[in-house]
């Protein structure tokens, strides 16, 4: 059955399956090729009649991950020129008002798309909630350093397509000003700047970053990735020189020059930069609501399938320390806590620790209430205890406090049994959506689906209420942890080796 919703551009046509109607591919911006390659995002064009809303709509230009991740992140290539698109998923009828969320898919900034099965958005409006996931230009068109076009122009994009929902969004049922952007990986990177960019207030008031914390480069830095390109093509380093070039080779010379680079390993990549304009040098707080977190072992994505875990002998993580100038103090610590593992365990537990969880863990620091609220005393709860058990606890023992944006931490846990992945990168993404049909590649076929409702459950309650059901971060440093076949919460875990890090 099809239905029809009204935007400002003109009328589509949408397809209704139980209960939920979907409208795939609506152009949020004009297609960003021909004389708009390498600008900032134009207004879609209108359109006469009722333009069918069916199908996926083209995909932004990119290569698939390199192998072994080819085969657990899939990459889905829709082909066509108009690759600023959306996709709104919504409960069909009803009345409106519905709270929103906005999904911003991860991959480094050069990879992924929102036709992948996995972030169907048919879950969310089943219980409630307007969905809507966005394409952005990824890799050299999106966020490469030029000196004759606009930086962050990804960034651009996802924010046109943030002012095409408050636009837009009453028409599927939505609320304007009941927003919430969420995103993993670099789509949590992104939202992060989007908390703080001026171009971007108002726009949502909650955001749900997971598995990538607050990170900007400079201008200079941000740069290398289309300097050595430059190099390989044998053109300036320009915009108006790489327009010039063939699409198939610019994504073959981006592969060679970024492909194998990795979050925990390095390399030259792509990045949101500071240009005291989108991304501003020092940002104002935000004053949005936060749900932040990662995965146990985020490192074991890109450490076991490559095996290089096993390839760190002692002597690499030494130099690997030495390297990164890591006080000795703390390697012994993560050393001592883990008698057992591997040298390639150590260092991808550190790195983690350093570059992601560390980061969310002091992001989630500098926004507590300028009043602390008094904690109970010692010994009053333990140091693992449900969620219920928390909520038990009498707000009297926590005092009073002045309003302020929310924040709250999650830590998954659960270990998929594929390739000896454990809890790592990407994972929760099939549990969030409740799509874990479509994340086999990563959960196997056995994942927990009372696992997937909490999780889930949690998501749409934070949008919908702004309270994913357990404690506001605070001085005891409550951090709710989704395992199978028992999640609740743990007080500061592993606090002394985050600590160390300071």
Avoid at 45 to 74: H, K, M
Avoid at 193 to 206: D, E, K, N
Avoid at 420 to 442: K, P, Q, W, Y
Wanted: proline share 9%; charged share 20%; aromatic share 8%.
């Amino acid at each position: 059955m099809h239905t029809i919703a009204s935007t400002r551009q003109g009328k589509v046509r949408g397809r209704v399956r139980n209960g939920v109607a979907a409208y795939l591919g609506i152009p949020y911006a004009a297609p960003p090729f021909g004389d708009r390659r390498f600008g900032a995002p134009a207004p879609a064009e209108p359109w006469e009649g009722v333009r069918d809303a069916l199908e996926f709509g083209p995909t932004a230009p990119q290569r698939p991950y390199r192998s072994p991740l080819d085969q657990l992140i899939p990459t889905l290539d829709v082909p066509g020129d108009g690759c600023l698109n959306l996709n709104v998923w919504t409960p069909e009828g009803g009345d409106g008002g519905r709270p929103v969320m906005v999904w911003i898919h991860g991959g480094s900034l050069r990879n992924g798309s929102t036709a992948l099965p996995l972030y169907d958005g048919s879950a969310f409006a089943r219980d409630g909630v307007v969905l809507v996931s966005v394409n952005y230009r990824l890799g050299v068109e999106g966020f490469g350093v030029f000196p004759d076009a606009p930086d962050n122009r990804g960034l651009l994009d996802q924010i046109a397509a943030l002012r095409w929902v408050r636009d837009n969004i009453a028409a599927f049922g939505g609320d304007p000003d009941h927003v919430t952007v969420f995103g993993e990986s670099a789509g949590a990177i992104s939202i992060a700047a989007l908390t703080t960019s001026p171009h971007a207030q108002g726009q949502f008031r909650r955001a749900i970053l997971q598995s990538g914390p607050p990170h900007t480069v400079p201008r200079g830095e941000g740069a290398r990735a289309v300097r050595s390109m430059a190099k390989e093509l044998g053109v300036p380093a320009t915009a108006e020189a790489f327009a010039a070039v063939d699409r198939g080779r610019l994504l073959d010379v981006q592969d060679t020059v970024v492909g194998g680079a990795d979050p925990t390993g390095g390399g030259p990549g792509f990045h949101i930069v500071v240009d005291d304009d989108v991304v501003p040098a020092d940002p104002a707080p935000t004053s949005v609501d936060l749900l932040l977190g990662a995965n146990r072992e985020e490192y074991r994505l890109w450490f076991v399938p490559t095996g290089t875990v096993e390839r760190i002998s002692g002597l690499t993580l030494r130099l690997a320390l030495l390297k990164f100038r890591t006080p000795g103090r703390v390697a012994r610590l993560y050393r001592a806590s883990r008698p057992g593992a591997r040298p390639g365990e150590i260092l991808g537990e550190m790195a983690t620790d350093m570059l992601l969880r560390g980061p969310l863990n002091r992001l989630a620091d500098s926004r507590l209430r300028a009043s602390t609220p008094q904690a109970p005393s010692a010994g009053s709860i333990p140091e693992t205890a449900s969620a219920a058990a928390f909520d038990a606890i009498s707000p009297d023992a926590f005092g009073s406090a002045p309003q302020a944006p929310r924040t709250f931490v999650y830590e998954f846990a659960w270990r998929s049994p594929v390739m000896d992945l454990g809890a790592c990168h990407a994972l929760e993404i099939g549990f969030v959506f409740d799509t874990l049909r479509s994340s086999e590649e990563l959960t196997g076929t056995d994942a927990p689906q009372p696992l997937a409702d909490a999780m889930h459950r949690a998501w749409v309650s934070f949008a919908t209420t702004g309270d994913p059901g357990w404690a506001e971060w605070s001085a005891r440093r409550p951090v709710m942890v989704f395992d199978d076949p028992d999640s609740g919460v743990v007080f500061a875990p592993r606090d002394e080796e985050l600590r160390a890090w300071l």
